[in-house]
C-alpha cells in the first residue's frame, strides 16, 4: 500500500475546490550527537533558534552504526576482521549508542481544518521527540517494529521553519554477543531482531542497530485522515492464467480519523473498472470509526498469480474521503486480485498451497534482511527479489530472528510474483526450544520472551495493517522453529489476525506440523551444507522442509571485495585449513567435494571450482524435491539464498549483489518446465510444474566425450501433463559404459514442434572412480564471442566451433571499460554456459546499469581462456 504524492495541481478531478494534500520524506540534512556531548534538554534542542555548532551529519533512515561508519568514525563491519574493532553495546554500557538526531525542516500551519502528521516507519529501540520546544511523544516510545504517527498541527512555528529532535535509545537488553546464536540470548527479551547479537551466518552488529533506521515522513489531510486501508479479493473457482475470467469479488474498508472537535459527514469512496462505490458516513468529534464499504464484483478480473504460473497484474485503488465537495485524504493502495488457499495433502502429510484454486509446489528462498546495517533502498529491494524470480522460485520465507520486511520489499514480490512467508520475532534459539550452555537464562525463563507480550502483540496488530494488502503475502508465522508463549499465540491466533486480515493461513512456528509432519526426527528441516548430488534424489526429507540448503562462496572477485589480501588463501581440507578471517565470515566447508575436480592450482582455481560444486549442489536440491513433486513433497524452502552481511555461506549472490553459480544452477533446476537425469535410477525424466498441458515435445538426449565427439542416446516425442513428474528413458547401461575412462557430458533437450529449444540442460558426470578425470585434461577452444547493445540491453554471442570440445562451463559479466570491475547489480539471463560443438548461445544482460556506457564485456570458463569483448 502506497501513498501517492498529491500535488495540489493534480487535484482538480470530481470534488470541485480540493484541500492540498501531500507527502514527503524527512531523508536529508540530519546533524547527530552522542548524547553525552549535548549538554541540553530536548525542549531547548528543538528550538530553531538553538545553535547546532560542531554537529555531524547524520544518516536518516539508518542506525547509529551507519552514521558513525559514514563520518569514517568506525571501520567498515563487513570487511576483514574490522568489525572486532568496533565498540559492542554489551561492553560500552547504552549511553555509548544513545544519540540525538535533530533535523530542520520547513512547513506552514495548514489553513482552516488542515492537519499536518509525522510519521516514523521504524525506530530501534525506544525514542523521545521534540518539535519547536515542545515534547510530542506523551510517553517515551519503544518497539523496534512499531509505527508511530503524531498529529503535529499545534507544534509548527507561524513562521513555518520547524525544528525536529529525536533521542534514540538502544534496546535495554543488548545481549552479550557470546558467539551463540543470538549471543547469549537476552535480545529476546526486547521486541526487535535477534540476528544482530551475532548468529551462525553472521558476527553481532555492534550497536545491536539502534536508531532511526526506516522512513519519517510529513503527511498533510484535511480535517479527516484515511487510514489502516483493508482490500480482501476473493477469487471462486478453479481458475486459469489466461482466456475469459468469471467474477471476483473486492471487500473494501479503511479507519478514518477525525481529530477535529467538530462532528464531520462527508463519504468514503472509490472508482475502479468504471463503477463508483461509496459510503456515507458521519464522524464525531475526536472520534474515529472503521467503514465497511459496498462490496464490488468485477467482471473478467485480470488475475496476480505466483512467478511461473502466470502474469502479475495489478490494480490502483483511489480510495477518497469527500466532505463539503472537498478531498480531505485520499490514498491509492496497490493490490491485486488473487486469492490463497492451503489444504493438506493426505498423501505426503504436509500442507500443499493454492492459489486461486490451483495448486502451487513451493520453490522457496530463507531471506534474512536486505542488510545488516539496515541501509534499505527501493532499488536494492528490487534487484534482490528480481534475482529470486530469474531463480524460477516462488517463495521467500521471512526468517523470524529478523523484522517485517518493508512495504517496498513487498512491492517488489508483487512486481516480480514471489509469495511472502512472513514469520514474527521469534526464534527457538533464543526462546528457549532447547537447552544451551551459551544462554544466560534457563529454557523456562527464556520460553517466556520477550518481557513485554503486550508491546509484541501491538506491534503485530501495527505490522498486520501496514502488509495486509500486498498480494504476495501469503502467510504469517508465529515464529522460527518454535511457536511464541501462549498468551502471545492465542491472542495472534484468535483475535489479532482473524480481526485485522483474515485472509491468509497461520502457521504456529516454522517447522509446525501443521505445514509438514515430522515422520524423521529432529527438528523438522534441513539438512544443511554439502550433500552428494545422490543424496537430494534419494534420500527423503521432511516432505514441506523449512530449511534445507548448502553452500554457496562466490569467486575470486566476490572474495576480493571483503577479504584482505593476505588472507585470499584457497581453504585446503586435507590440512585442515583454518583461516581466522574465513572462520570469522562464518565460511562452511566444501569438505573434499572439490578434489574430484582436481587440486586447486590457487584460491582462483578453487573458486571457479567452487562454483562447478555450487551449480551442481542447487541444481541438483531443487530437482531431486521436483521429481518427488505430489509424492514425497509439497514444498522446499531454501536455506538460504541471500545474506545480509558478507558471510562466505548459503547465498545465490554475495552481499555487493553479484551472483554465483548457485543462482544459475537453480534458475536451471526449478524451471517450470524441466528435462532432467536422476542420477540414482539413471533415468531421464520431464517435470511439468504448469497448468498448462505441453503435447508434442521432441525430447533429445545426447553424450559428448572430452574432445567433443557426440553419441547419440535417444530422441522420441514426449507430452507433459499439468502438475506431473514423467519418467522417460533410462540410461544405466550406455551412461555408465560411455563415462567410465574420463566422464561424459550429458546433455538434454526439449523442443517444440517450431524446433525452438524450450529446455536444455547439461550435465558433466564423473569416471568410474567419481572423479573428473577428463575436465581436468580438456583441450582449449576459442569461441566467437559478440556484444551488441540493443533498447539498454547487451545481447552476448558464444559460438563454438565444431571439431572441438565444448565451451565449457562460461562465466559471462559485465565491466566498466576503464576499472575493469563489474558493473552491478545487472541481470543475465544465464550464466556459467556451456555451448556445444558447432552451436552457439545468446545472452541478455539487462537492467538499469546494463544500458550503462563505457562497457565492456568479460567471458572465462573451463577450458576458454579470459577475454574481453568490446559492445558494438
Not at 697 to 709: F, P, R, S, V
Request: hydrophobic share 35%.
Amino acid at each position: 500500500m502506497t501513498r501517492r504524492l498529491l500535488l495540489s495541481g493534480l487535484l482538480l478531478c470530481t470534488a470541485g475546490s480540493l484541500a492540498a494534500q501531500d507527502q514527503y520524506e524527512l531523508n536529508s540534512e540530519w546533524k547527530s550527537l552522542p548524547i553525552k556531548e549535548v549538554k541540553m534538554d530536548g525542549n531547548k534542542l528543538s528550538l530553531p533558534a538553538t545553535a547546532l555548532k560542531n554537529w555531524e551529519p547524520a544518516t536518516v533512515p539508518g542506525t547509529v552504526l551507519t552514521t558513525m561508519l559514514n563520518n569514517k568514525q568506525v571501520p567498515d563491519p563487513f570487511y576483514g576482521m574490522d568489525n572486532k574493532k568496533i565498540p559492542d553495546i554489551f561492553h560500552t554500557g547504552p549511553e555509548y549508542y544513545t544519540r540525538w538526531f535533530v533535523k530542520d525542516f520547513r512547513e506552514m500551519p495548514p489553513a482552516t481544518d488542515g492537519q499536518v502528521w509525522l510519521h516514523f516507519r521504524g525506530v530501534n529501540d525506544g525514542c523521545d521527540i521534540y518539535i519547536n520546544g515542545k515534547k510530542v511523544n506523551a510517553t517515551t516510545h519503544h518497539g523496534a517494529y512499531l509505527r508511530q504517527t503524531y498529529n503535529i498541527t499545534a507544534f509548527l512555528a507561524k513562521d513555518g521553519h520547524n525544528r525536529l529532535a529525536v533521542i534514540v535509545y538502544p534496546a535495554a537488553f543488548p545481549g552479550d554477543p557470546n558467539g551463540g546464536q543470538g549471543g547469549d540470548g537476552t535480545i529476546a527479551r526486547n521486541v526487535g531482531p535477534q540476528y544482530t547479537a551475532g548468529w551462525d551466518w553472521i558476527q553481532p552488529m555492534r550497536d545491536r542497530n539502534t536508531g532511526i533506521w526506516d522512513k519519517v515522513t510529513i503527511e498533510k489531510t484535511g480535517a479527516v485522515r484515511i487510514l489502516d486501508p483493508h482490500i480482501v479479493t476473493s477469487v471462486p473457482g478453479i481458475r486459469q492464467p489466461d482466456g475469459q475470467q468469471a467474477p471476483a469479488i473486492l471487500h473494501v474498508q479503511a479507519t478514518l480519523q477525525n481529530p477535529t472537535a467538530n462532528a464531520i459527514s462527508g463519504k468514503l469512496k472509490y472508482q475502479l473498472e468504471g463503477k463508483s462505490i461509496q459510503q456515507e458516513v458521519t464522524l464525531a468529534p475526536k472520534g474515529s470509526a472503521t467503514v465497511v464499504l459496498p462490496d464490488l464484483t468485477l467482471e473478467n478480473p485480470r488475475l496476480w498469480w505466483p512467478a511461473g504460473y502466470g502474469p502479475q497484474h495489478l490494480y490502483q485503488l483511489p480510495l477518497e474521503f469527500i466532505t463539503d465537495g472537498k478531498i480531505s485524504d485520499r490514498e491509492e493502495v496497490e493490490f491485486g486480485i488473487r486469492e490463497i488457499q492451503t489444504a493438506w495433502n493426505t498423501h505426503t502429510r504436509s500442507r500443499e498451497v493454492l492459489v486461486n484454486g490451483q495448486r502451487i509446489f513451493i520453490k522457496g528462498g530463507n531471506w534474512i534482511t536486505s542488510d545488516a546495517m539496515f541501509r534499505f533502498s527501493k532499488e536494492r529491494y528490487d534487484a534482490e527479489i528480481r534475482f529470486h524470480r530469474d531463480m524460477n522460485l516462488n517463495l521467500i520465507r521471512i526468517w523470524g530472528g529478523s523484522l517485517t520486511e518493508r512495504p517496498e520489499f513487498f512491492e517488489a514480490c508483487d512486481k516480480y510474483g514471489l509469495l511472502v512467508f512472513q514469520d514474527f520475532w521469534m526464534s527457538g534459539d533464543c526462546n528457549g526450544r532447547w537447552l544451551d550452555p551459551q544462554k544466560k537464562d534457563d529454557q523456562w525463563t527464556r520460553r517466556q520472551y520477550p518481557n513485554d507480550h503486550n508491546l509484541f502483540l501491538e506491534s503485530v496488530a501495527d505490522q498486520v495493517k501496514m502488509l495486509r494488502n500486498y498480494p504476495s503475502l501469503a502467510f504469517w508465522c508465529g515464529g522460527n522453529e518454535i511457536t511464541p508463549p501462549q498468551d502471545i499465540l492465542a491472542a495472534m491466533k484468535d483475535s489479532i489476525l482473524p480481526k485485522l486480515d483474515g485472509a491468509r493461513y497461520f502457521f504456529d512456528y516454522s517447522n509446525s506440523d501443521s505445514m509438514s509432519y515430522n515422520f524423521i526426527g529432529g527438528n523438522g528441516d534441513g539438512p544443511y551444507g554439502i550433500q552428494t548430488v545422490a543424496h537430494f534424489w534419494e534420500d527423503r526429507t521432511f516432505p514441506f522442509n523449512s530449511e534445507v540448503g548448502s553452500v554457496g562462496v562466490g569467486d575470486l572477485v566476490s572474495l576480493q571485495r571483503f577479504l584482505p589480501k593476505e588472507n585470499l588463501v584457497a581453504p585446503d581440507f586435507s590440512k585442515k585449513f583454518v583461516d581466522s578471517i574465513w572462520d570469522y565470515h562464518k565460511y562452511i566447508g566444501y569438505n573434499n567435494s572439490i578434489d574430484p575436480y582436481g587440486t586447486p592450482k590457487n584460491l582462483e582455481d578453487w573458486a571457479n571450482k567452487a562454483q562447478l560444486v555450487n551449480y551442481d549442489q542447487y541444481r541438483a536440491l531443487m530437482e531431486g524435491f521436483s521429481a518427488h513433486m505430489w509424492d514425497w513433497y509439497t514444498g522446499a524452502i531454501i536455506w538460504k539464498t541471500q545474506n545480509p552481511w558478507t558471510a562466505l555461506r548459503g547465498q545465490m549472490y554475495d552481499y555487493y549483489l553479484d551472483p554465483n553459480a548457485c543462482l544459475y544452477g537453480l534458475h536451471s533446476g526449478s524451471k517450470p518446465l524441466h528435462v532432467m537425469y536422476n542420477p540414482v535410477e539413471k533415468m531421464v525424466m520431464i517435470v511439468n510444474n504448469t497448468f498448462a498441458y505441453h503435447r508434442d515435445l521432441m525430447l533429445e538426449i545426447n553424450a559428448y566425450d572430452m574432445a567433443g565427439k557426440q553419441t547419440s542416446l535417444g530422441q522420441l516425442f514426449v507430452e507433459a501433463t499439468p502438475g506431473s513428474v514423467q519418467k522417460h528413458v533410462e540410461l544405466k547401461t550406455i551412461v555408465d559404459k560411455l563415462k567410465s575412462q574420463k566422464g561424459i557430458f550429458l546433455s538434454l533437450r526439449l523442443r517444440n514442434l517450431q524446433k525452438e529449444i524450450v529446455d536444455d540442460n547439461c550435465y558433466w558426470l564423473t569416471d568410474a572412480n567419481g572423479n573428473y578425470s577428463g575436465l581436468q585434461e580438456m583441450s582449449t577452444v576459442k569461441p566467437t564471442v559478440t556484444a551488441t547493445r540493443k533498447s539498454g540491453e547487451v545481447v552476448v554471442t558464444v559460438s563454438n566451433p565444431t571439431g572441438g570440445p565444448l565451451a565449457f562451463f562460461n562465466r559471462i559479466s559485465l565491466l566498466d571499460a576503464s576499472s575493469k570491475e563489474r558493473i552491478l547489480p545487472v541481470f543475465y539471463s544465464d550464466n556459467y554456459i556451456t555451448v556445444l560443438p558447432g552451436e552457439k548461445k545468446e545472452i541478455v544482460i539487462s537492467g538499469e546499469k546494463a544500458a550503462t556506457k563505457n562497457t565492456v564485456v568479460e567471458i572465462f570458463g573451463h577450458n576458454v581462456n579470459k577475454q574481453l569483448v568490446e559492445i558494438k
